[in-house]
């Protein structure tokens, strides 16, 4: 007989329950990777229908690349975070490594075009800022010429994101937000800069963004499929070997095509000339009188028998003439009087020595030609590039501008750049703005 309040004693716990986690743990991955076919063809498909693309893909990848574009035009740091926290879940990044190694080639297409959308509206929107960005020219865009370029600590952080996303995504039924920022960092970003760069005319920014971008995939499914394999995923026939065997092989030789140190390099090399050392020599001026150079007043020349022996003896004294007259012959002496010359000498007036400069900006990596002071861009000039400086000079909405002329990829090209990135290497010039501005 028990009472109401009386309690009452706990149930036996079951043997399974005194199982140690560890047990659980590893009883539970024997169960998540079964050893027959279908077992893991029922696994492969489940994971398949999380990746596939959804409709929360395109709307929020529309999103992150207006947030991104607006963090590109104000050059902060901190709306580009924020934008890329709008950027979807990249499921369609793990589909598409899951069909590789899984050799399915049409999961693999059908995420790789989800993927390739998503990329289009980001790089699109972005391009719309881009050229919403045009109304506050001048402005270095520092932001964007940054992370539209290659760095090593991005790849670091690409690799421990694919590793992390994969495991997750493997593991656990729940969406992996954390790790898909960071795969989603090095594939928008320097897309998003591209897209930028486009719509404001920067031409250096349009392929180095892609090009990073493409690195940052081919990188990151190298380290996803390595952790898949890792993970016990195998292709089910030899054909899906070979399928998974190409993607592996793609990814590698694109990465080492793009990143080869030869080249960067040589580019390097190319894009670093050395200062030209400017020598000034001063010669009078000439005072607008002449110093004559005077020959030998008089040059005599004289033409007369060579030796003092007078004439033979048989040579007749007398030359008889028509009327019967004598003459005697008269030896000859020809007197010639040159006159006075003057050779006047000229000396040639020194030109100006070239002024040239240094871009040393102080953010971001270099600076912008622009075609007019506030206009198109032209070219953008790395930090450490040498330029000419032209006398002409502009004020254009309080800023000044500098007219240059600078070589790039072999091809001269002459603009417009502000001041303030302008660092002098010869005689400091004259930054005074013309009296009549270049239109």
Same mark, same amino acid.
């Given at each position: 007989?028990?009472?109401?309040?009386?309690?009452?004693?706990?149930?036996?716990?079951?043997?399974?329950?005194?199982?140690?986690?560890?047990?659980?743990?590893?009883?539970?991955?024997?169960?998540?990777?079964p050893?027959?076919?279908e077992g893991?063809?029922?696994?492969?498909?489940s994971?398949?229908?999380?990746?596939?693309?959804?409709?929360?893909?395109?709307?929020?990848s529309?999103l992150c690349?207006?947030?991104?574009?607006?963090g590109?035009?104000?050059?902060?740091y901190?709306?580009?975070?924020?934008?890329?926290?709008?950027?979807?879940?990249?499921?369609?990044?793990?589909?598409?490594?899951?069909?590789?190694?899984?050799?399915?080639?049409?999961?693999?297409?059908?995420?790789?075009? /989800? $993927? *390739?959308?998503? &990329?289009?509206?980001? %790089?699109?929107?972005s391009?719309?800022?881009?050229? +919403?960005s045009? @109304?506050?020219l001048?402005?270095?865009?520092n932001?964007?010429?940054?992370l539209?370029?290659?760095?090593?600590?991005?790849?670091?952080?690409m690799?421990?994101?694919?590793i992390?996303?994969?495991?997750?995504?493997?593991?656990?039924?729940?969406?992996?937000?954390?790790?898909?920022?960071?795969?989603?960092?090095?594939?928008?970003m320097?897309?998003?800069?591209?897209?930028?760069?486009?719509?404001n005319?920067?031409g250096?920014?349009?392929?180095?963004?892609v090009?990073?971008?493409?690195v940052h995939?081919?990188?990151?499914?190298?380290? /996803? $499929? *390595?952790t898949? &394999?890792?993970l016990? %995923?195998?292709?089910?026939?030899?054909?899906?070997? +070979?399928?998974? @065997?190409?993607?592996f092989?793609?990814?590698i030789?694109?990465?080492?095509w793009?990143t080869?140190?030869?080249?960067?390099?040589?580019?390097?090399?190319?894009?670093?000339p050395?200062?030209?050392?400017?020598t000034?020599?001063?010669e009078?001026?000439p005072?607008?009188?002449s110093?004559p150079?005077a020959?030998?007043?008089?040059?005599t020349v004289?033409?007369?028998?060579?030796?003092?022996?007078?004439?033979p003896?048989?040579?007749?004294?007398?030359t008889?003439?028509a009327?019967?007259?004598?003459?005697?012959?008269?030896?000859?002496?020809?007197?010639?009087?040159?006159?006075?010359?003057?050779?006047?000498?000229?000396?040639?007036?020194p030109?100006?020595?070239?002024?040239?400069?240094?871009?040393?900006?102080?953010e971001?990596?270099?600076?912008?030609?622009?075609?007019?002071?506030?206009?198109?861009?032209?070219?953008?000039?790395d930090?450490?590039?040498v330029?000419?400086?032209?006398?002409e000079?502009?004020?254009?909405?309080g800023?000044?501008w500098i007219?240059i002329v600078?070589?790039?990829?072999?091809?001269?090209?002459?603009g417009?750049?502000?001041?303030t990135?302008?660092?002098?290497?010869?005689?400091?010039?004259?930054?005074?703005?013309?009296?009549?501005?270049?239109?």
């Amino acid at each position: 007989m028990t009472f109401p309040n009386e309690p009452t004693q706990p149930p036996e716990p079951h043997p399974e329950s005194r199982i140690s986690a560890r047990a659980r743990r590893r009883r539970a991955r024997r169960t998540f990777f079964p050893k027959d076919a279908e077992g893991r063809t029922a696994v492969i498909a489940s994971l398949a229908k999380r990746a596939y693309p959804s409709y929360e893909l395109f709307i929020y990848s529309l999103l992150c690349g207006v947030m991104l574009g607006v963090g590109y035009i104000f050059d902060s740091y901190g709306v580009l975070v924020l934008g890329i926290l709008f950027a979807p879940l990249m499921a369609p990044w793990f589909g598409l490594i899951l069909s590789a190694i899984s050799g399915m080639p049409r999961l693999f297409f059908q995420t790789a075009a /989800g $993927l *390739l959308i998503s &990329a289009t509206l980001v %790089f699109g929107a972005s391009a719309l800022a881009g050229l +919403a960005s045009r @109304l506050i020219l001048p402005h270095t865009f520092n932001a964007a010429f940054t992370l539209s370029r290659l760095w090593w600590p991005e790849m670091i952080v690409m690799a421990l994101g694919a590793i992390l996303l994969t495991v997750s995504f493997v593991r656990s039924e729940s969406k992996p937000y954390l790790p898909s920022v960071l795969v989603a960092y090095g594939l928008f970003m320097p897309l998003s800069a591209s897209g930028f760069g486009v719509g404001n005319g920067i031409g250096d920014l349009w392929p180095h963004g892609v090009l990073v971008s493409l690195v940052h995939l081919a990188w990151s499914s190298i380290f /996803g $499929l *390595l952790t898949l &394999a890792i993970l016990r %995923f195998r292709p089910l026939s030899g054909v899906r070997y +070979a399928f998974a @065997l190409g993607v592996f092989a793609i990814s590698i030789l694109t990465v080492f095509w793009l990143t080869d140190p030869s080249k960067a390099q040589t580019a390097e090399l190319a894009t670093e000339p050395t200062l030209p050392t400017a020598t000034l020599t001063l010669e009078p001026l000439p005072d607008g009188t002449s110093t004559p150079t005077a020959l030998p007043s008089v040059t005599t020349v004289l033409l007369r028998p060579t030796g003092t022996e007078s004439i033979p003896k048989e040579s007749p004294t007398a030359t008889s003439t028509a009327l019967g007259e004598s003459v005697t012959p008269v030896p000859l002496t020809l007197d010639v009087t040159l006159p006075v010359t003057e050779t006047r000498t000229s000396t040639p007036a020194p030109e100006p020595t070239p002024i040239y400069a240094v871009i040393r900006a102080r953010e971001g990596g270099g600076a912008y030609i622009r075609k007019e002071p506030g206009g198109n861009v032209l070219a953008t000039l790395d930090n450490g590039s040498v330029v000419q400086i032209l006398p002409e000079t502009q004020d254009y909405n309080g800023v000044l501008w500098i007219h240059i002329v600078a070589t790039r990829n072999d091809i001269r090209v002459e603009g417009w750049i502000i001041q303030t990135v302008l660092e002098t290497a010869t005689p400091v010039p004259n930054w005074e703005p013309s009296e009549t501005p270049t239109p």
